[in-house]
Every structure is written in C-alpha cells, then in structure tokens.
C-alpha cells in the first residue's frame, strides 16, 4: 500500500491560507490522493482528491507536485470550524475496480482566532 | 441523494457480553461497504469490507465479525467483547465500479466503551 506523511500538528490564523502538506513518494501511477477531515467525535468528512492535475472544488484546493510524490491541501480562508484532523490518504485497488482507503494519524489543524 | 446511517450512536457493553452494530444505506445500489476503528488518539484501522451480498474481507484478526445480509445492509458483531474493543466504529460505503471518482462516505459513528 502506498504511505503517506503527514506532520501531527499546524496551526493556522482564522482568515489565513491553511496549507497541508502531505508525501506519498511510493505512490502508483494510477492511485489517487483522497483528502478527509474529521472534526471530534464525527464521521471523517470528504474533502477533496486528484489523481495529478490540481484540483478546486468550494472547500479546497489539491495542488499536487508533477512527480506526484507530494501535495498540499489548501483551505483558502480558514475558519474557527476548520479545526480538525486531516487525512491524506492514496487510495488503493483491491480487485477490479474496487478500493480501499488506509488513513494515518493525519494532522491537526488548529485554528486560532 | 445517499445517506447513510449508523446506530446506536453510543454504547456501553460489559465484557463477554454480545455486541451487533448496525449499519444502512440508502439511494444506491450494490455499494461498497466498510467497518472502521478508531481506537482514542490513534488513526482509523480498516477492520472489514463487502463488494457485495454475503462477501465479506477482514484486514485484522481480531474478536470481531461482520455480516452483509441485504445490499445495503452491514453488521459488526462479536458473541464475547474484551475491553479492547472499545473504541468510535465508522460504517462507510462508496459506489463501485467507479475509478477514482467515488469517495468513501462515512456515518456518525458508534462510541463503543467496554466495561
């Protein structure tokens, strides 16, 4: 299974760019990067993924590098309600066109008023 | 839409006592379904998934079982707990067939705590 690093903890200004980074240097060249949050005591919440072109959507943005052995998730304005542990995590195929997620210990953000 | 649900949302089990977690889904077909565990302070471990009706894998070795006895429909169970298995179980389902456009959506979760 492809592994990813993550630090254990940020901190972020409210009103700041917060931006996660993340290595998957064994990563496949068809495995994607998925990116979750959980906020305590939830269900972790789906953010956003990419396979090698940046990604947008309303909650973030996925920039990953070209060799694709890193990427950085980016909350653009960062809220109080942003305070959370993100997951970044590869996907990985365990039959046809089926998959699994493994998730880490991710990062706290933490965001400060 | 899809939804997916989770319940109980807690509880509290004595040791060698019998545990079922149950677990639904909604507004799709022949999903993917998942058992997760976070044990406190640590990541989610995937214990077991189902690509459909009576298929069952399982990552761990553990004390526990899981059933798919409809599509949509995932059970977690053990017949004796140890305190050992306390910890926040997350159901969570994906649509199949799909490559890489398909997240994993996950329920509230249960707050499962051995006594």
């Known amino acids: 299974d492809a592994k990813t690093t993550q630090p254990t903890s940020m901190d972020c200004a409210e009103g700041r760019a917060a931006n996660l980074p993340c290595n998957h240097s064994t990563i496949s060249g068809n495995e994607y990067v998925y990116w979750y949050r959980q906020i305590h005591s939830q269900g972790p919440q789906y953010i956003i993924h990419?396979?090698?072109n940046n990604e947008t959507n309303e909650m973030a943005s996925l920039i990953i590098t070209e060799d694709r052995k890193s990427s950085t998730l980016i909350l653009p304005h960062a809220t109080l309600r942003d305070t959370a542990v993100y997951y970044c995590i590869v996907r990985v195929f365990f039959g046809g066109s089926n998959y699994k997620l493994t998730f880490g210990k991710g990062t706290l953000l933490t965001v400060n008023p | 839409s899809q939804t997916i649900h989770q319940w109980p949302a807690t509880l509290v089990q004595p040791v060698g006592s019998p545990l079922s977690l149950e677990c639904t889904v909604e507004g799709t077909s022949n999903p993917n379904l998942y058992w997760y565990r976070q044990a406190a302070g640590r990541g989610l471990q995937l214990l077991f998934y189902?690509?459909?009706?009576?298929?069952i894998s399982s990552e761990v070795p553990q004390n526990l079982s899981a059933s798919r006895p409809q599509d949509r429909q995932f059970i977690l169970s053990s017949k004796k707990l140890l305190l050992s298995d306390s910890g926040f179980y997350l159901c969570a389902w994906s649509v199949p067939g799909t490559v890489g456009t398909s997240p994993l959506h996950f329920g509230n979760g249960t707050r499962l705590t051995v006594t």
């Open positions: 990419g396979l090698k």
């Open positions: 189902s690509v459909g009706i009576g298929q």
